[in-house]
C-alpha cells in the first residue's frame, strides 16, 4: 500500500474526529460518498488534490491536508527551468535584441550602413503600430493561439528593425512596444501549451524592455512565470516568483498584479489568511495604479473587477466551491461579450465550482454554453479546468444532465479539437 494515501487517510480520520464530524456530516459537505471517503481514510483508495482541498477548509485545517497530496503538475512538458528544448514558437536570440537595442537608443547606424529614417520621428509609424497592437489583443479574445502566434512573433521581429532603422525618440518607442508584444507572444505561447516557449518569449521581452529602458518589465516577467508556475501546481514557486516584484520603484499596476499572483499561490497553498491579505493588498494597489503611465496596459483589460474575480478563483482552491461560485456567478456578467477568451476562462471554473458544490444539473448547464467558445479559443489553460470539471462530473455517471454533456466535454477536450 502507498503511504502518502495512507498518511493522508489517517490525518483525515483524525481531523475529522477532533472536528466531532462523521463521515456522513463530512460527505454532505465535500459531495463525496460516505463510501469514498471511508476508503480514503483506511488507504484503500488514492485521495485527489481537489478532494484534500474540500476537506480541509470543511475541517479548517489551514492547508494541512493539502500539503499531505501536492498538486500533481497541471502541465505537460520538461521544467521550467529547461532551456534546451526548442519549439516552432522561439523568439530570436539575445544578440538581436542588443544590436537592435543599441542602435535604437543610441540613434546610431544598423547593420548595412542604414541610417536612421528621419520621416519616421513624426511618431505615425508608432501610432498605427499601437493601434495594431490593441487589434491583436482582441484577436487573441476570438481566435486560438497557434493562429495568432506567428504575426504576434513576426510583428516583434519588424519593429525591432523599424526600431533600428528610426530616429531615437521613434525608435525608443518602437522598441517599448516590441517589448509588449513579446510579452503578449508569451502568454498566447502558454495558451497554446507551449510553457518552455512562453517562457522564452517571456525572457525576450525583458530584454527588449531593458533595451528601450522599460526596466520594469522585468518586474511583470516575474508575475508572467509565477502563472506558470501556477499552472504547474507549484504553490511554493508561484509565491516566491510575485514576491520577487515587489519594489517601491515599480508602477503600481505591477505591484497590484503581483500581489494577486503571490494571492494565487497562497490559495493554492490552503493558506487562506495569506491570500486573504494579499487580495487586499492588491485592491489598494490596483486602485492606486490606475492611471499608471501611458501605452499598453501590462494584463487583463476585460475584467471590471479584478481583484473579485481573482477572490472568487482563489476560493475554489481554498476548497470553497459554493462561496467562489457566488462570486464568479457576479463577476462573469460583467465580461464584455466580445472577451470570447477571458468568458471561457472563468466561465469552466465556474463551472467547476458549482460542479464541486454539488450542484451537478446546474453545472452541466454552464459547461454546455461555454464549451464552443472554449474550443474556438483552444486554450490549454482553460483545458485544464475542464478536465477538473470532467473528473468531477464523472463521479456522478448516473446523472442525466452528465451523460448528456459527456460526448461534448469529451470532445472540447480531445487533441484533434485544438485547432492550431
Known amino acids: 500500500m502507498l503511504e502518502q494515501p495512507s498518511t493522508f487517510g489517517s490525518e483525515l480520520r483524525r481531523a475529522r474526529l477532533a472536528a466531532g464530524m462523521t463521515l456522513a456530516e463530512?460527505?454532505?459537505l465535500v459531495h463525496y460518498s460516505k463510501g469514498q471517503l471511508s476508503k480514503v481514510e483506511t488507504g484503500h483508495k488514492r485521495p485527489t488534490s481537489e478532494l484534500a482541498r474540500l476537506c480541509d477548509a470543511a475541517l479548517d485545517n489551514s492547508g494541512a491536508l493539502i500539503a499531505l497530496v501536492p498538486d500533481r503538475p497541471r502541465s505537460e512538458g520538461p521544467s521550467p527551468d529547461a532551456r534546451t528544448t526548442s519549439s516552432r514558437w522561439?523568439?530570436?536570440?539575445?544578440?538581436?535584441?542588443?544590436t537592435a537595442g543599441a542602435a535604437s537608443v543610441l540613434g546610431v547606424a544598423v547593420p548595412n550602413n542604414q541610417p536612421p529614417v528621419?520621416?519616421?520621428?513624426?511618431?505615425?509609424l508608432l501610432d498605427a503600430s499601437s493601434a495594431l497592437f490593441d487589434q491583436f489583443r482582441r484577436l487573441g479574445q476570438t481566435a486560438p493561439p497557434g493562429a495568432v502566434l506567428p504575426a504576434l512573433a513576426e510583428q516583434t521581429r519588424a519593429l525591432r528593425a523599424l526600431a533600428a532603422r528610426s530616429g531615437p525618440r521613434t525608435g525608443h518607442g518602437l522598441l517599448t512596444l516590441s517589448a509588449r508584444y513579446a510579452e503578449f507572444a508569451g502568454w498566447m505561447a502558454q495558451e497554446a501549451g507551449e510553457e518552455q516557449a512562453a517562457l522564452r518569449w517571456t525572457d525576450y521581452a525583458v530584454?527588449?524592455?531593458?533595451?528601450?529602458?522599460?526596466?520594469?518589465?522585468?518586474?511583470?516577467?516575474?508575475?508572467?512565470?509565477?502563472?506558470?508556475?501556477?499552472?504547474?501546481?507549484?504553490?511554493?514557486?508561484?509565491?516566491?516568483?510575485?514576491?520577487?516584484?515587489?519594489s517601491r520603484r515599480l508602477p503600481r499596476r505591477i505591484l497590484g498584479l503581483a500581489a494577486q499572483r503571490e494571492a494565487q499561490g497562497h490559495a493554492l497553498a490552503g493558506d487562506q489568511a495569506a491570500c486573504l491579505r494579499e487580495l487586499d493588498r492588491a485592491r489598494g494597489l490596483l486602485a492606486q495604479g490606475a492611471n499608471d503611465?501611458?501605452?499598453?496596459?501590462?494584463?487583463?483589460?476585460?475584467?471590471?473587477?479584478?481583484?473579485?474575480?481573482?477572490?472568487?478563483?482563489?476560493?475554489l482552491d481554498l476548497g470553497k466551491p459554493r462561496q467562489s461560485a457566488k462570486i464568479l456567478d457576479e463577476e462573469i456578467g460583467r465580461i464584455p461579450a466580445k472577451a470570447m477568451r477571458t468568458h471561457a476562462r472563468y466561465g469552466a471554473r465556474r463551472a467547476l465550482a458549482h460542479a464541486l458544490a454539488g450542484e451537478i444539473d446546474h453545472a452541466c448547464e454552464l459547461a454546455r454554453g461555454l464549451l464552443s467558445a472554449a474550443h474556438t479559443v483552444g486554450s490549454a489553460t482553460i483545458?485544464?479546468?475542464?478536465?477538473?470539471?470532467?473528473?468531477?462530473?464523472?463521479?456522478?455517471?448516473k446523472n442525466p444532465a452528465v451523460q448528456e454533456l459527456a460526448p461534448l466535454l469529451a470532445f472540447a477536450l480531445s487533441p484533434t479539437a485544438q485547432v492550431l
Open 293 to 315: 503611465g501611458a501605452g499598453p496596459v501590462l494584463g487583463t483589460t476585460h475584467l471590471t473587477d479584478p481583484v473579485a474575480m481573482i477572490t472568487g478563483w482563489c476560493l
Open 383 to 397: 483545458a485544464l479546468d475542464l478536465r477538473r470539471l470532467s473528473r468531477t462530473l464523472g463521479r456522478h455517471p
Open 207 to 246: 530584454e527588449l524592455g531593458a533595451a528601450s529602458g522599460d526596466e520594469s518589465l522585468a518586474s511583470y516577467a516575474l508575475v508572467r512565470r509565477g502563472l506558470v508556475a501556477y499552472y504547474r501546481g507549484d504553490a511554493a514557486g508561484t509565491v516566491a516568483l510575485a514576491q520577487g516584484a515587489r
Open 118 to 124: 528621419a520621416s519616421l520621428a513624426d511618431g505615425t
Open 26 to 28: 463530512l460527505s454532505s
Open 90 to 98: 522561439d523568439p530570436p536570440r539575445r544578440r538581436q535584441v542588443l
